[in-house]
């Protein structure tokens, strides 16, 4: 009889994680407006509920209420297979993320991870590469020129930037040593020492990572996939009703992971200033037990964690509204002949860098 | 045997098989990206970590998306497809029946030697560790192996490359 792992806190965690990406995915929908809105000068979603807080809400009634429509000699299996694969693979990178260190209560100690595996790091790797398959199959089983074209640019976009983001990868490893997620977040803090986070010793390995991510989220200026100029709506022309909504809502889970992947490999995941300060205060000066200032200090950590993931949510769709899209060669040529030698020099540099003893 | 192993082999035939047999190439293509998931499952069982995550990444998520890239833009149908003599599909079985009897009858015998349960090292899939082996032991097939790629590296560029007076767009 096999244990199965799942059945431990680490299930209380994952289904944590999993209803928290929903629902920041969710009002991530609301975000994008208020931000749009504001940015260009409007007022934005006030109508449903106070500020517009139910606008979400009434969008998914409106997505779930709407007619399902299949195109004319579409593929139907695949066509329904597509935005689920979307979701699915939008929604797994969570797992392996570090979004709290460990609690302790009595004897029972956990991590605020899903799963501690060695290989954190290329698990997202691998799963950010799967993710643009459902775009492809649903582009391919739409039966319509304009998916398919769609469906080809978010392949060969998820290819060319896939090459650069594992090349930036690559010199946070040579700093770190380890694959791991939480051993990678846990070197960005080290008790008595100043605060040293991977943006620091990686500026540049940093900007090609975050223009990747731009990239491989099909997110404006780089969402040449749903380019609604050129391509009506991209891959997912023929979607109508959830199944569209399932492409949205993946986007914002994909915006979410890479937000949170960022945050863990550069700017020190669960880690904020004077956190050993503060726990050491609450034990010295206020007499509490170490565990318990502990669990306190995981708690602050989360918290930490996710403003930094609101932060970049909110980099990204300020981008959306601030930058207009490239043209598809100047797409290619920015990865190929810019960011794949930047990288490559990068990792050199860090070679360089770590011998001289300077990082 | 456990019952995973059990399950993902499973899934690894019948997913081969899927391959084979489906006439769509499409869906020839994604049983094959299920197959090479369930392979990734094996050497996950196996302790091999790091062999399981390149697999995913490699073959998954880059060759299998250029492989359905060129299908998509094929075209592929049922009607389309030109329908091979019977002369060279008997030849064809014949050939792989061959191939898969020469396999077996010299696999059938092969006892593995220099492993044994207690002296094996059930690290050694991890990925510091293979990153040691490859760099003491295997280094020599390992830098060979890297001039491979960067000839194959250099060969798509050539191709690539812009001939003199072509425009594209």
């Known amino acids: 009889m096999i244990e199965l792992p799942a059945l431990g806190w680490q299930s209380i965690v994952i289904f944590v994680v999993f209803a928290l990406s929903l629902l920041i995915a969710t009002y991530c929908t609301y975000a994008e407006r208020v931000i749009a809105a504001f940015l260009q000068d409007r007022v934005g979603p006030d109508r449903a509920g106070p500020y517009g807080l139910l606008q979400p809400l009434a969008d998914a009634v409106k997505m779930f209420t709407k007619e399902e429509f299949f195109p004319g000699g579409a593929n139907k299996a695949l066509f329904v297979f597509g935005p689920c694969l979307a979701m699915i693979t939008a929604l797994m990178s969570s797992a392996v993320i570090p979004f709290g260190n460990n609690m302790s209560f009595g004897n029972n100690a956990f991590f605020l991870q899903g799963i501690e595996v060695n290989i954190g790091m290329l698990w997202v790797f691998g799963v950010v590469s799967l993710g643009v398959y459902g775009v492809m199959i649903g582009g391919w089983a739409s039966n319509n020129k304009f998916s398919l074209l769609g469906a080809i640019r978010a392949a060969s976009q998820n290819i060319s930037y896939e090459l650069a983001m594992g090349m930036a990868l690559i010199a946070v490893l040579m700093i770190s040593g380890t694959l791991s997620l939480r051993e990678i977040t846990l070197q960005q803090s080290v008790a008595g020492e100043w605060h040293t986070w991977n943006i620091v010793k990686q500026p540049l390995g940093f900007i090609i990572f975050l223009v990747c991510a731009f990239a491989e989220t099909n997110r404006t200026p780089f969402d040449l996939p749903e380019c609604e100029t050129e391509l009506v709506g991209g891959y997912h022309t023929e979607y109508s009703s959830m199944k569209l909504g399932l492409y949205l809502f993946s986007e914002y889970v994909n915006i979410f992971v890479v937000s949170a992947v960022m945050s863990v490999l550069y700017f020190g995941g669960f880690n904020f200033p004077f956190q050993y300060e503060l726990r050491d205060w609450f034990v010295n000066s206020q007499g509490w037990e170490l565990a318990s200032a502990q669990n306190l200090i995981t708690l602050l950590g989360t918290v930490g964690l996710f403003l930094k993931i609101f932060a970049f949510i909110f980099f990204f769709m300020w981008i959306r509204w601030t930058l207009p899209r490239f043209r598809y060669d100047q797409l290619m040529r920015l990865g190929w002949t810019i960011l794949i030698p930047l990288a490559v020099f990068n990792i050199v540099l860090t070679g360089g860098l770590i011998l001289a003893g300077v990082i | ?169």
Not at chain 2, 49 to 74: C, K, P
Not at chain 2, 120 to 127: A, D, K, L, P, T
Not at chain 2, 136 to 150: G, I, R
Request: charged share 10%; hydrophobic share 60%.
């Open chain 2, 1 to 169: 045997m456990s019952p995973l192993f059990l399950f993902l082999s499973f899934v690894a035939l019948l997913s081969a098989l899927g391959v084979v047999f489906a006439k769509n190439p499409v869906h020839s293509v994604l049983f094959l990206i299920l197959t090479f998931f369930s392979l990734s499952g094996h050497y996950l069982l196996l302790n091999a970590q790091f062999l399981a995550a390149v697999n995913i990444i490699v073959y998954a998520g880059a060759i299998m998306v250029l492989f359905l890239f060129v299908i998509m833009f094929l075209n592929l149908n049922v009607d389309t497809e030109p329908h091979k003599p019977a002369l060279a599909k008997i030849a064809a079985a014949v050939a792989g029946g061959s191939l898969l009897l020469i396999l077996v009858a010299a696999l059938k015998d092969v006892h593995p030697v220099g492993v044994t349960g207690t002296a094996f090292n059930s690290q050694i899939g991890m990925v510091d560790q293979l990153g040691l082996k490859l760099y003491t032991d295997y280094l020599l097939p390992f830098e060979l192996a890297s001039v491979l790629f960067l000839v194959a590296m250099v060969g798509a560029v050539m191709l690539g490359k812009r001939e003199v007076g072509e425009r594209n767009f």
